[in-house]
């Protein structure tokens, strides 16, 4: 059973950065891709971008395009979101999640299937 | 803001039954992609509920079964029961966003 376990809570300051990481255990990690979600405090779930633990090609949400990074080591069977440049709205929870693969259709779209746990982030002054 | 929009809220009594909406547009939806639905009980992570409209991953009861049609879709519990009280997401992909993935707004279910 695959388990993804996430690192654990920081407090950052505006301006700087944070590196949250994602170990999987139970699996072949360089088969399958991992997207990356926040949630806000009191917010809905928001997709952030998605890299592939094969090849690490990435797709990034456009609004935090320039400020995320997200890499793989497939090594050591963990991902890694880094966001910069960080400001009090990036306060929330980060979530990476396995994509899981139904089907090869033009319908066929991503699913998450496998969760980690979240890692609160907070942003303050 | 989302592209895929939910009740905020919908709530029934142990046994009902609730219907929660999606509606999304002909970028998403309407375009043919598939819709897949997440249950997040509090203080938890998001649970994969339905994927591909209407399929339950193994272990899901089956009080629980999606729907699509046209630019819409739907999820309905039947037999509503106390654990049931959770935020629903409904969860597809929009190709006017430099094609990514998208969440709907989320539903508060309440069992009253």
């Known amino acids: 059973q695959v388990q993804l376990v996430q690192s654990g809570a920081e407090v950052k300051k505006p301006g700087a950065s944070v590196k949250v990481s994602c170990k999987a255990s139970?699996?072949?990690?360089?088969?399958?891709?991992i997207i990356w979600v926040r949630q806000a405090p009191g917010q809905g779930l928001e997709w952030m971008g998605w890299i592939s633990a094969y090849n690490g090609n990435t797709n990034y949400a456009q609004k935090l395009q320039g400020r995320v990074t997200m890499t793989t080591d497939t090594s050591t069977s963990t991902a890694y979101m880094e966001l910069r440049s960080l400001r009090s709205d990036d306060t929330a929870v980060y979530y990476c999640?396995?994509?899981?693969?139904?089907?090869?259709?033009?319908?066929?779209?991503?699913?998450?299937?496998?969760w980690g746990q979240g890692t609160m982030v907070t942003v303050s002054s | 803001q989302s592209v895929l929009t939910q009740p905020p809220s919908v709530s029934g009594a142990p046994g009902q039954r609730v219907t929660i909406s999606c509606a999304g547009s002909?970028?998403?939806?309407?375009?043919?992609?598939?819709v897949h639905w997440y249950q997040q009980l509090p203080g938890t992570a998001p649970k994969l509920l339905i994927y591909g409209n209407s399929n339950r991953p193994s272990g899901v009861p089956d009080r629980f079964s999606g729907s699509k049609s046209g630019t819409s879709a739907s999820l309905a519990i039947t037999g509503l029961q106390a654990e049931d009280e959770a935020d629903y997401y409904c969860q597809s992909y929009d190709s006017s966003l430099s094609g990514s993935d998208v969440f709907g707004t989320g539903t508060k279910v309440t069992v009253l």
């Open positions: 999640a396995r994509v899981y693969t139904y089907g090869y259709s033009f319908s066929t779209v991503n699913a998450f299937d496998i």
């Open positions: 139970g699996d072949t990690f360089s088969t399958y891709d």
């Open positions: 002909s970028s998403n939806i309407g375009a043919g992609y598939d």
